[in-house]
C-alpha cells in the first residue's frame, strides 16, 4: 500500500469538503411579502410557498416557485385566494393552495394555477392521498370533508363532537389523524370511507398541526403549548408528551419531520426559535431565526430545513454528512497512520532481525575460518 498518495487523497478529500460547504442560514427573499405555508418536492428539486403582501391589511396573495439547487426564486404567481395551508400530491406534482373558503389548483407541469375549488365554508387544513383513495381532504367547521381533487365534488363527510383542526394522512396504512378543538382526542379514520376506527386520548387539549415520519409510524403534534404529543401510529396508542420549549408561555406551531434522519422540527412562539428533537422527543438543536416562523418544511434530498419568516424564506442546514464525512475521513487517517507506524516498525524490526542474523553469520563465518588455519599449521 502507497501510504503517502493515500495520506494526499485523504488531505484532499478534506479540503475538497471545506469548500463545498456552505454557508447557512441562507436567506431567500421574494419580495415584499409575508411567507406562510411551504412544502418541497424533493423528488423534483422544487419548493412551493404562498405569501401575503408586506402591507396590513394585507393587498394581495402570491405563489412563488423555488430551485431548491440554486435557492433562486424561479417564478412568483398571484394567488387568487388568501394565503393558507398546501398539500402537494406527489405524483402528479400538482399542489392545492388553500385560502380561506376556496383551494386553488396548480399544474406542476406547466407552473400555472388551472382552477379554483370554491368550497364556500372555511377551510382549517387540507391532505392529499395519491395513492389510496386520491381524495383531498378538508377540514372545515366541525367536519372533515374528501373531495376529488378534480371536479372539487363533496364525495364524503365526517363530522365530530367538536371543531377540527390538524389533518394527517398515513397513505402505508389508509388512515387518516384527525385533531380536535377543543378536544382532548385525536380521532383515527379510513381514508376510502371516513369510518371512525377509534380515538386516541391525550393528557390535555390539543392536537392542532400533525408531521408523521412514515417509517417508524410515529406521529408528532404541535399543541399550541410548549410540549410536543407522541403517537405510535401503527398501534393508534399515545406515547407521551415531552416539553420543547421552557415556558408555558411558549407555543408550539409548525411542525415537519425528515423520514429520512427521523429529526422532527418545531416552530415555537413567541420569537424566531426553532427546535430540533430526535426520535424521543429530546430537544437536540435550537435554530434562531429573525422573526416568527409560520411554517417550515424539509428536503429529504439534502436535509435542508426551509422555514418562512418576514419577508424571507431561511434555509438552515439540518444535515449531518459533513460532519460526518469530516469525522469519517480523520478517522481513516488516524487508521492510515496506525498502519503505517505499524508497517515501519515491523520492517525497522525485521531489518534489525536480518542485520542480526547476518552478523552473526559473519561471526560464526570468521571463527570457522580461524580454525581451518590453525589446524593446518
Known amino acids: 500500500m502507497n501510504f503517502k498518495v493515500l495520506t494526499l487523497l485523504l488531505v484532499f478529500l478534506l479540503l475538497a469538503q471545506a469548500s463545498s460547504a456552505a454557508t447557512y442560514p441562507l436567506s431567500i427573499t421574494p419580495g415584499r411579502s409575508w411567507p406562510e405555508s411551504i412544502v418541497v418536492d424533493s423528488s423534483r428539486g422544487l419548493v412551493y410557498f404562498d405569501a401575503t403582501s408586506g402591507e396590513y391589511p394585507p393587498t394581495g396573495y402570491s405563489f412563488g416557485i423555488v430551485n431548491a439547487s440554486t435557492h433562486d426564486v424561479v417564478k412568483v404567481l398571484p394567488l387568487n385566494v388568501s394565503a393558507g395551508p398546501i398539500a402537494l400530491d406527489q405524483q402528479s406534482g400538482n399542489v392545492y393552495v388553500a385560502g380561506s373558503t376556496s383551494i386553488a389548483v396548480l399544474d406542476g407541469d406547466n407552473e400555472s394555477f388551472v382552477r379554483d375549488i370554491n368550497l364556500g365554508r372555511s377551510i382549517l387544513s387540507i391532505a392529499l392521498d395519491s395513492s389510496v383513495s386520491k381524495d383531498l381532504f378538508v377540514t372545515s367547521g366541525n367536519s372533515l370533508l374528501a373531495l376529488d381533487p378534480e371536479t372539487g365534488a363533496i364525495v364524503g ?31 383515527v379514520l379510513s381514508a376510502s370511507t371516513l369510518a371512525s376506527l377509534r380515538t386516541i386520548g391525550l393528557p390535555e387539549c390539543c392536537a392542532l398541526q400533525f408531521a408523521l415520519d412514515s417509517r417508524t409510524q410515529t406521529l408528532y403534534a404541535s399543541t399550541g403549548t410548549n410540549v410536543v404529543d407522541i403517537i405510535n401510529a401503527g398501534t393508534d396508542s399515545f406515547e407521551k408528551s415531552v416539553q420543547v420549549a421552557p415556558s408555558p408561555q411558549n407555543s408550539t406551531n409548525g411542525i415537519a419531520v425528515d423520514n429520512d434522519t427521523g429529526r422532527v422540527y418545531v416552530a415555537s412562539s413567541p420569537g424566531g426559535s426553532i427546535l430540533e428533537l430526535d426520535a424521543s422527543g429530546s430537544v437536540v438543536q435550537h435554530y434562531t431565526v429573525q422573526t416568527e416562523v409560520a411554517g417550515l418544511a424539509v428536503d429529504t434530498r439534502t436535509q435542508e430545513l426551509y422555514a418562512t419568516n418576514y419577508h424571507q424564506i431561511t434555509v438552515l442546514d439540518a444535515s449531518r454528512p459533513r460532519a460526518f464525512l469530516f469525522v469519517l475521513i480523520v478517522a481513516v487517517l488516524v487508521v492510515a497512520v496506525a498502519a503505517l507506524v505499524v508497517y515501519l516498525f515491523i520492517r525497522r524490526r525485521d531489518e534489525k532481525e536480518r542485520m542480526e542474523v547476518q552478523m552473526g553469520w559473519g561471526k560464526s563465518s570468521q571463527q570457522k575460518g580461524g580454525a581451518a588455519s590453525w589446524t593446518s599449521s
Request: no cysteine.
Open 157 to 187: 363527510n365526517a363530522t365530530f363532537a367538536a371543531n377540527v383542526d390538524g389533518v394527517a394522512l398515513d397513505p402505508s396504512n389508509g388512515r387518516l389523524f384527525v385533531g380536535q378543538y377543543p378536544a382532548d382526542v385525536i380521532s
